[in-house]
């Protein structure tokens, strides 16, 4: 039963073949048995799980049922949620249990899932190998002594080890689809402001997205038709007409599936010398896929994306400035970690932070102090924001020839905890292939394209605004014709 698709377990449930408290039961017993050694979820409460589990049950008997109703979800912990313990893999929200629920965890309640646990993540999203959480390192199932990508590792070695059939992720560099590529999973960051930002603890805040994570893009299309919508308390929030993200995955009547597609392939992935940023193992099974899709019937287009190059420096002025002005107020006064020992409140705020914040993110408030500072606001910031612009410019006019843009979605697999904890620009550099698409608020996936030395490798899809559903069904008709995305992990049994 664990290794069916949520599409095949709601219709499981809907022929009652199996209950959701029996459902959440098998899924709760695998956390107990697996969660040890992999570190995926930071809170389990088994008789909460269980409590909506019952209670979806009965919507179920009631007829009153939605696709997702009783289905078990693993949810970030970077999403506030009602009487649950909300860290955010900081000791600064250590001891703090939420009094209300973000909008996503509203809609996925509201749609009768069942919230299976929190799960880890690196302290407030700031990282690319979830080896940052002050709660320990994620282990990636495909290797115990490697990482499982970051921010969203918790939900994707959740996902990948089966302790989930999904879960949720944000993405503000990459942070759904880097891990998702690490761990042979389907990620999907949507168009900025296409899913509500309300009681997502804020990262940085114009380019925090959040969105699904699964095994196959049929599941994705399936959470994202629930975790979309306006919600007027996100003033980013855009304000659009419902959508069936899963519209466009039903089979074609004869021909090529992707006929008439027009698939980008940016010199700056593909040129010659831009190819050695990349592990050679990952770019062969890129080359692979992008021969699966010519077979598919789609045309292949060589396009530019000239500043691209800028987005990693970019990336580190903007999201720095916005997570030092976020994360002011976490001051040791209101909720959250408070120094036991303090003078006076100035000295209060300097000790806890200095005890609640851990080394990455004190090192990103400091980024951010800086490049926002007197004097230096103009050189930096001012300068890394008409940078964004050209990299938003320079997909449009890519949109012009083309209808998705594909490449690696990380330049190698899973590195080895720890390998790269000493030098943050390394680190910096594995979201190489994807910041671009936050900076511009672009939506793009991550799908299973292969294995190199027996680890997951990541082919990415970028669309243009708004065209999650046109994404999905690329992404569909892909996985109908390979089977990279039906593997599973052989270390946790």
Not at 75 to 104: E, H
Not at 272 to 297: H, K, N
Not at 397 to 408: E, Q, S, T
């Amino acid at each position: 039963m664990i290794t069916r698709s949520v599409s095949e377990l709601s219709q499981a449930l809907a022929s009652r073949e199996i209950s959701s408290v029996e459902l959440t039961q098998l899924y709760l017993e695998r956390i107990a048995r697996h969660n040890p050694q992999i570190n995926a979820f930071i809170t389990v409460a088994p008789e909460k799980s269980l409590a909506q589990a019952k209670a979806a049950d009965a919507l179920r008997a009631a007829g009153q049922a939605t696709p997702l109703t009783g289905i078990p979800l693993a949810q970030k912990d970077i999403f506030c949620t009602k009487g649950w313990l909300t860290t955010c893999g900081s000791r600064m929200l250590g001891n703090f249990v939420s009094p209300y629920d973000a909008k996503v965890i509203e809609q996925f309640n509201a749609a009768g899932a069942v919230i299976l646990g929190k799960t880890n993540m690196d302290e407030f999203a700031m990282g690319s190998s979830n080896e940052t959480s002050y709660y320990g390192a994620v282990k990636n199932p495909w290797d115990l002594s490697r990482v499982p990508g970051g921010s969203s590792g918790g939900s994707a070695a959740a996902v990948a080890a089966l302790l989930a059939p999904a879960a949720t992720g944000t993405d503000t560099g990459g942070s759904i689809r880097q891990p998702a590529a690490l761990c042979n999973l389907t990620g999907l960051k949507p168009t900025y402001g296409v899913v509500s930002r309300y009681g997502m603890i804020a990262f940085a805040s114009s380019l925090d997205q959040a969105g699904p994570m699964a095994h196959s893009a049929q599941d994705c299309a399936l959470l994202l038709n629930t975790m979309a919508g306006f919600d007027e308390r996100d003033s980013t929030s855009l304000d659009r007409p419902p959508e069936d993200y899963s519209r466009e995955l039903s089979t074609n009547a004869g021909g090529k599936p992707l006929a008439g597609l027009r698939i980008g392939l940016p010199r700056e992935f593909f040129g010659e010398a831009e190819r050695s940023g990349c592990s050679p193992e990952v770019m062969q099974l890129v080359d692979a896929a992008i021969a699966q899709y010519r077979e598919l019937g789609a045309e292949l287009v060589d396009i530019s994306l000239p500043n691209m190059k800028l987005s990693v420096p970019a990336y580190y002025v903007i999201a720095p400035a916005e997570a030092s002005s976020n994360l002011s107020r976490f001051d040791g006064v209101r909720y959250g970690y408070r120094a036991p020992d303090y003078d006076d409140l100035n000295d209060m705020y300097a000790k806890s932070r200095a005890q609640g914040f851990g080394a990455e993110v004190k090192r990103r408030i400091l980024i951010g102090a800086y490049v926002l500072s007197h004097g230096y606001y103009d050189a930096y910031y001012l300068q890394a924001q008409r940078i964004r612009r050209l990299i938003a410019n320079d997909f449009v006019a890519a949109f012009k020839v083309c209808d998705v843009i594909l490449g690696p979605t990380s330049p190698s697999t899973a590195f080895k905890l720890g390998e790269r904890a000493a030098d943050p620009v390394q680190m910096y550099l594995s979201d190489i292939y994807t910041i671009a698409v936050n900076l511009a608020g672009l939506p793009g996936m991550s799908i299973p394209c292969g294995f190199a030395s027996g680890l997951p490798a990541g082919l990415q899809l970028i669309g243009d605004y708004f065209s999650e559903a046109k994404l999905l069904n690329v992404a569909h008709r892909y996985q109908q014709a390979s089977t990279w995305h039906q593997q599973r992990p052989q270390a946790v049994d």
